[in-house]
T-cell receptor, first 116, second 112 residues
Framework: NAGVTQTPKFRILKIGQSMTLQCTQDMNHNYMYWYRQDPGMGLKLIYYSVGAGITDKGEVPNGYNVSRSTTEDFPLRLELAAPSQTSVYFC???????????????FGQGTRLTVV | LAKTTQPISMDSYEGQEVNITCSHN???????ITWYQQFPSQGPRFIIQ???TKVTNEVASLFIPADRKSSTLSLPRVSLSDTAVYYCLVVSTDSGYSTLTFGKGTMLLVSP
C-alpha cells in the first residue's frame, strides 16, 4: 500500500532552472495539497486541489504552478528557481465528503530542494 | 480562518501523561479540530480529530470543552519515540472546501 509517493527525494537546482516535483497517491482521494516547510517552521500551503481539473492557490503560491489532470497525480512546477525556494516540500492527500469534514490527510516523505 | 496558539515546546519524562493545550478563540461553528505529529525529516501524521467533547483512539485523547475555544491533546504514558512536533489545526469548511493550515506546533521532548 504505497499511499502518497513523492519524487525525487533530494534535488539541487541552480538559480533560474526549472523542475517538476512529482506526487502520486493510490488511495483515490479527491483532495491533494502541496506544502513547503522551512527549517524550524510549520508547513505553508502552496496549492491545493479538490478534484481532477480543479486547483486553487494557498498561502504562498508565487513562483509555483500545479495541474491536476488525473485523480492520482498532482505535480508541482517550479519556474525560474530562486534561493528563497530552498525548502522541504510535502505533498498530501485526503478524502473529503461534500460538504467537507476535514478528514485526515496522508503525507508523502517530502522532497528536499536546495537552490544555489 | 481560526488562528491557533499552542506552546512552542514542552518537556516530559518517559511514562508520564502529556497534555498539550491549543487555543482557537475564533473557531467557527462548522470547524473541526485536528492534531498532527511530525518526526524529523518526515511528513506530518494524523493523530486525532474532533468536533466537541471527548474523542479517544489507540494513540491519544482529545478533550474539547463546550465553548470549543480550546482543545487539549492527551498522550498517555509517553515514550522516547513520542518526541516530535505536534500541530493543532482548525480545519475550516466554511468556503465549501477543506484546507489544512499549520502553525509552528509544539516541540515535545521526552527524556529517559
Amino acid at each position: 500500500n504505497a499511499g502518497v509517493t513523492q519524487t525525487p527525494k533530494f534535488r539541487i537546482l541552480k538559480i533560474g532552472q526549472s523542475m517538476t516535483l512529482q506526487c502520486t497517491q493510490d488511495m483515490n482521494h479527491n483532495y491533494m495539497y502541496w506544502y513547503r516547510q522551512d527549517p524550524g517552521m510549520g508547513l505553508k500551503l502552496i496549492y491545493y486541489s479538490v478534484g481532477a481539473g480543479i486547483t486553487d492557490k494557498g498561502e504562498v503560491p508565487n513562483g509555483y504552478n500545479v495541474s491536476r489532470s488525473t485523480t492520482e497525480d498532482f505535480p508541482l512546477r517550479l519556474e525560474l528557481a530562486a534561493p528563497s525556494q530552498t525548502s522541504v516540500y510535502f505533498c498530501a492527500s485526503s478524502y473529503n465528503d461534500d460538504p467537507p469534514t476535514g478528514d485526515q490527510a496522508f503525507f508523502g516523505q517530502g522532497t528536499r530542494l536546495t537552490v544555489v | 480562518l481560526a488562528k491557533t496558539t499552542q506552546p512552542i515546546s514542552m518537556d516530559s519524562y518517559e511514562g508520564q501523561e502529556v497534555n498539550i493545550t491549543c487555543s482557537h478563540n475564533n473557531i467557527a461553528t462548522n470547524d473541526y479540530i485536528t492534531w498532527y505529529q511530525q518526526f524529523p525529516s518526515q511528513g506530518p501524521r494524523f493523530i486525532i480529530q474532533g468536533y466537541k467533547t471527548k474523542v479517544t483512539n489507540e494513540v491519544a485523547s482529545l478533550f474539547i470543552p463546550a465553548d470549543r475555544k480550546s482543545s487539549t491533546l492527551s498522550l498517555p504514558r509517553v515514550s522516547l519515540s513520542d518526541t516530535a512536533v505536534y500541530y493543532c489545526l482548525v480545519v475550516s469548511t466554511d468556503s465549501g472546501y477543506s484546507t489544512l493550515t499549520f502553525g509552528k506546533g509544539t516541540m515535545l521532548l521526552v527524556s529517559p
